[in-house]
């Protein structure tokens, strides 16, 4: 009997609980729901967005005329955006070159399409060089490049004349200055090689200081060449102590000047004196030629700075041990030698 009643008092008391138990599963469920219906509503919302513009895939428009390629672009709904460039061609002007995004993608209908358009060969006009040095001029020309190669090929050998103009003076061009020119357009000249049989008088160089004489050499432009010789006698040194052709001798103008040196009696004892000697390329006219001396601390002068038609170089010098001669040609280094204590003794 008393287990009865004890059982109806826990039924009552569970009763009693129930509605509170009831309250927080309705809030809980219904706000679930809550969050649920609006997941729902942002994925309808998702998928109508997506769906309101259709996909279309881009078609492939290279190689069509531009006008072509904008109807064919109409047709699959899409818009161009067009980038002009040259191209190695004359017969593509006009034509499209290249698109992004590629043929085959899905786009969304009214989305852009660059198209890439020739212009067609890069046109220039050429310049009138008759009267200018060759050698700049063939500089230049390396400078007239595209993006398809170079503007202008100079071609060779060049045709050399006598000429009153001073060598390697430009005296004709084909074709000629205002033509219009393309990529790789063949361009031929007629250079002179100086007046024929033109006779200069030669400097006296003897008992000049070694330095001072090869400056003399350079500012004179003619041909030159330095050796060594011992000293002798009364002989002065450091010093040019004689010299072929001799002082005041008529010759052509590119006979070489010979000048022979004695040693410098004082040389500081971390100081290499020498001649440097080195065969270059032989050329048809006079091109640039410069020897920089370049010190062990990275500092750089330059010992000398001419026009020479090849062949054997010689310069003389006095610099520290460890210091590196380049000779430069038509501004490109071509040699390079590191002078040494040991190696001069």
Known sequence: MSAFFSKNRNSRSNREVDPEKRTVRMIFLSAAGAV???????????????????LTMVPDMRGMELANAIIRMQEKALYANVQLRFSDSMNDRGTVLDQDPKPGTLVKAGGRVLLKVSKGIAVEKLDNYVGMDVTEVQNHLRSLKTSYGQLLVLEKPLIYVFN???????????????????????????????????LTTVRDYENIPWNRALDLAVLDAYPFSFSIVPKKGGMEAGVVVSQSPSTESEVPFDTVRQLFITKPDEIPQDQVFGILEKEIPVYPVAVPVTVTAVLPAGDKKILASFKSTGGLLSVPYMEPDGTALVIAINGEDKIREVVRLQAAE
């Open 36 to 54: 649920f219906l609006m997941l729902i509503i942002a994925l309808i919302t998702f998928l109508l967005t997506v769906q309101s513009k259709e």
């Open 164 to 198: 009153d103009k001073p060598a390697g003076t430009i005296l004709e061009q084909k074709p000629l200055p205002g033509t219009e020119v393309s990529v790789n357009t063949s361009l031929s000249f007629v250079v002179s090689k100086g007046p024929e049989g033109q």
